[in-house]
């Protein structure tokens, strides 16, 4: 069965602070997304990867930044986090790119 | 980029009443419609999809229409149980790593 394991699901940090949120997959995925969801918005697309060391962005990049220095892993860093930026980060990925995404328990940050 | 819409936000049934979820999408080039559920404090999945060359799928008790002439797909929950409680999202993608969801409907059973 696909994992995909985001590292915390729960974070409170500061406004101004550097935050990193952490994604591993470990079904050998080409496909990496990260997605932010809100009440009435549903999900939305920050960044996604579909390769290594390949970056897109999504349609709400601002504020935002990614790496994938390896297949397995991709990162989703807050370069100085704001209190808009509070909310629920789901971690996705999928083999193909027209196929099922899968999604990791998703962190709930709150920046204060 | 794709634009997609989901109606009604809310949802409320009778437990073995059917229930229906709508979505609209922009991008005619779309070709990939999935459908994800989430249950309470737990991550989306996967429940039912469909591609631009099928009009209908059906799994069980749920089913999914497509129309593209009209850019709408809709899913249907027939014999609705409690544990269908939940939000669904629609999607939709031209497969080019663009999925794009809906805003999520909150269907709630009621036994």
């Known amino acids: 069965d696909v994992k995909v394991t985001q590292s915390s699901r729960y974070l409170v940090k500061r406004t101004g602070e550097k935050v990193f949120l952490e994604c591993v997959q470990d079904?050998?995925?080409?496909?990496m997304f990260w997605y932010r969801q809100d009440p009435g918005l549903g999900l939305r697309l920050i960044y996604f990867s579909y390769d290594v060391k390949m970056k897109e962005k999504g349609d709400i990049p601002e504020g935002y930044s990614v790496s994938r220095e390896k297949k397995e892993r991709f990162s989703l860093i807050l370069e100085s986090a704001s209190t808009n930026q509070t909310s629920m980060y789901l971690c996705?990925?999928?083999?193909?790119?027209?196929?099922?995404?899968?999604f990791g328990s998703g962190t709930q940050l709150s920046v204060l | 980029g794709e634009n997609v819409e989901q109606h009604p936000s809310t949802l409320s049934v009778q437990e073995g009443d059917s229930a229906v979820i709508k979505c609209t999408y922009s991008d005619s080039a779309s070709n990939y419609f999935p459908w994800y559920k989430q249950e309470l404090g737990k991550r989306p999945q996967l429940i039912i999809d469909i591609r631009s060359n099928v009009g209908e799928k059906k799994d069980q008790r749920i089913a999914v229409t497509l129309n593209k002439t009209a850019k709408h797909f809709s899913l249907h929950i027939t014999e609705t149980q409690p544990e269908d409680s939940a939000v669904y999202f629609c999607a939709a993608s031209t497969g080019n790593n663009d999925m794009r969801f809906g805003a999520g409907t909150r269907l709630t059973v009621k036994p």
């Open positions: 996705a990925s999928s083999r193909d790119r027209v196929e099922k995404l899968f």
């Open positions: 079904m050998d995925h080409e496909n």
